[in-house]
C-alpha cells in the first residue's frame, strides 16, 4: 500500500507568498496530488495549468433555521430566544444574522421552525495538463465552517493520490492560526511556513510555530522577500535554532512574481532563469532530501 505522505505550506500572515511559493514547488514536485485549503479565498488554480473539473461536489456545513408560515402561530417565542435578532417582525429569518443556534427550533411551541443542513459551498476535484490532480473548494457568499470545507478537500485529495498511485499531497494551507489552519494541518507530516522579515510577520510567524509545536509537526520555514529587512532574517534563523526548526532558506523579492501572476503562471514558468527562481530550486533540494527520510 502506498505511504502518502502530506506537506502543508503555511503562513502566520496573509501575504507573504506562501500561493505563489506552493505554486512553484508544484511546479518542481513529482507525482503528487495538490490541494488547495486555503476554502475561504481559494486562488491557487489561477497559477496553475489546469486542465479541466472531472467532478463537482456539494459541500454542506452547519444547520440554519427556517420558519415555516403555515405552522406558525406568531406567537413570538422565536424572537424571544434569538440572540441574534435574526428573526423579522413579520416571523421571518435573516439566513445572514442566524448563526445557526437552533433555539428557536427547539423552543418553538408549534414546531414550525425546520431546522436543516444547507448547501455551503462546493469542492472540485480538477485535472492537471501533467496528468496530475487538483483539488480546491469555495464557500459560497456568508457560509460558514471553513474548517470542515478543508477536511472535505484533504480527504478528497487522499483519495486522488490513492487512486493515481502518488506519494504525496502538496497542501496550500489557509493564512493565519485559526479552525481552517488548524484542519490543514493536523495529520500532516511536514509544515512549511512562509514568512516575511516585518515585525507583522515576526510576530505571526511565533504563533504558527506554536500551533505546530502544538500538534508536534516537523516544521521547515522559508524567509520571502529576504531583501527588505536583514536584522529580522537574522532573527528568523535564531527563532528556528532556538525551536529545533529546520531553516529552508531565503527568497528575494522579485517584481517578476507578479508579472507571473498576471500572466497566470508560475514564477518558474514565466523566468526560471531569475534569482527568485534559482532560490526556489535550492529550497525545493533541500524539501526533497526531507520528504525521503520522513
Excluded: W
Excluded at 485535472?127 to 480546491?136: A, H, K, P
Excluded at 520555514?221 to 528556528?240: F, G, M, P, W
Amino acid at each position: 500500500m502506498t505511504h502518502i505522505k502530506e506537506m502543508v505550506v503555511v503562513s502566520g500572515k496573509g501575504g507573504t507568498g506562501k500561493t505563489s511559493i506552493t505554486g512553484a514547488l508544484s511546479f518542481l514536485l513529482q507525482d503528487k496530488v495538490i490541494a488547495d485549503c486555503d476554502v475561504d479565498a481559494a486562488n491557487l488554480h489561477m497559477i496553475l495549468n489546469l486542465d479541466e473539473v472531472l467532478l463537482t461536489k456539494e459541500f454542506f456545513g452547519g444547520k440554519k433555521a427556517r420558519i415555516v408560515p403555515e405552522r406558525c402561530t406568531h406567537c413570538g417565542k422565536c424572537r424571544d430566544v434569538c440572540l441574534y435578532d435574526a428573526i423579522s417582525e413579520d416571523f421571518v429569518i435573516d439566513l445572514v444574522s442566524c448563526e445557526g443556534c437552533g433555539a428557536c427550533h427547539f423552543l418553538c411551541p408549534a414546531e414550525a421552525v425546520d431546522f436543516d443542513e444547507r448547501l455551503a459551498g462546493y469542492c472540485y476535484i480538477c485535472s492537471t495538463e501533467d496528468n496530475g490532480r487538483f483539488v480546491f473548494a469555495e464557500m459560497l457568499p456568508g457560509e460558514e465552517n471553513s474548517g470542515k470545507l478543508v477536511a472535505m478537500v484533504r480527504n478528497e485529495a487522499r483519495e486522488e493520490a490513492k487512486k493515481m498511485g502518488h506519494e504525496l499531497i502538496l497542501i496550500d494551507g489557509p493564512p493565519g492560526i485559526g479552525c481552517p489552519v488548524i484542519s490543514s494541518l493536523t495529520g500532516t507530516h511536514l509544515a512549511v511556513i512562509v514568512t516575511e522579515p516585518t515585525p507583522a510577520g515576526a510576530h505571526d510567524l511565533k504563533r504558527i510555530v506554536e500551533l505546530t509545536n502544538h500538534f508536534q509537526i516537523k516544521t521547515a520555514v522559508v524567509v520571502n522577500k529576504s531583501d527588505i529587512n536583514a536584522s529580522y532574517v537574522e532573527a528568523t534563523r535564531q527563532l528556528c535554532k532556538d525551536n529545533g526548526l529546520v531553516y529552508l532558506g531565503e527568497i528575494p523579492y522579485e517584481p517578476k512574481i507578479t508579472e507571473a501572476q498576471k500572466e497566470a503562471k508560475t514564477i518558474l514558468d514565466f523566468a526560471p532563469q531569475c534569482v527568485a527562481s534559482g532560490a526556489i530550486r535550492e529550497i525545493h533540494t533541500k524539501l526533497q532530501s526531507i520528504l525521503e527520510e520522513l
